[in-house]
């Protein structure tokens, strides 16, 4: 919804960047079914974080999927761990962290 709301072509949502947490490429089993069609609309530095066995879209997958994104994307992939990406949260507030204040100390 994030994506789509900041690449509407009427009224697109004003933000200095997207993160994206297992953006769902395509149903699970369904790669002929992708939702793509806004993506080129994304115009705004882009972090998206998934599970490396996330079923709505492989690592590879949604590197060439975001391919349309005129913008700057940043990939986090969380290893072994699906869409729900559960006992996850420490390693993806820090990967948040670091893309949103780059060389900043944690804490």
């Given at each position: 919804?994030?994506?789509?709301?900041?690449?509407?072509?009427?009224?697109?949502?004003?933000?200095?960047?997207?993160?994206?947490?297992?953006?769902?490429l395509h149903p699970p089993g369904k790669p002929d079914r992708p939702r793509t069609e806004h993506l080129s609309g994304v115009n705004v530095r882009t972090l998206c974080v998934s599970g490396t066995r996330d079923t709505f879209g492989t690592p590879s997958e949604l590197r060439?999927?975001?391919?349309?994104?005129?913008?700057?994307?940043?990939?986090?992939?969380?290893?072994?761990?699906?869409?729900?990406?559960?006992?996850?949260?420490?390693?993806?507030?820090?990967?948040?962290?670091?893309?949103v204040l780059p060389g900043r100390p944690r804490g």
């Open positions: 919804m994030c994506s789509m709301a900041v690449a509407a072509t009427d009224d697109p949502l004003k933000v200095a960047g997207l993160v994206l947490v297992s953006y769902p060439q999927a975001f391919r349309s994104v005129p913008a700057e994307v940043t990939w986090h992939f969380v290893e072994g761990k699906g869409h729900d990406l559960k006992r996850a949260d420490d390693e993806i507030c820090a990967a948040v962290r670091s893309w």
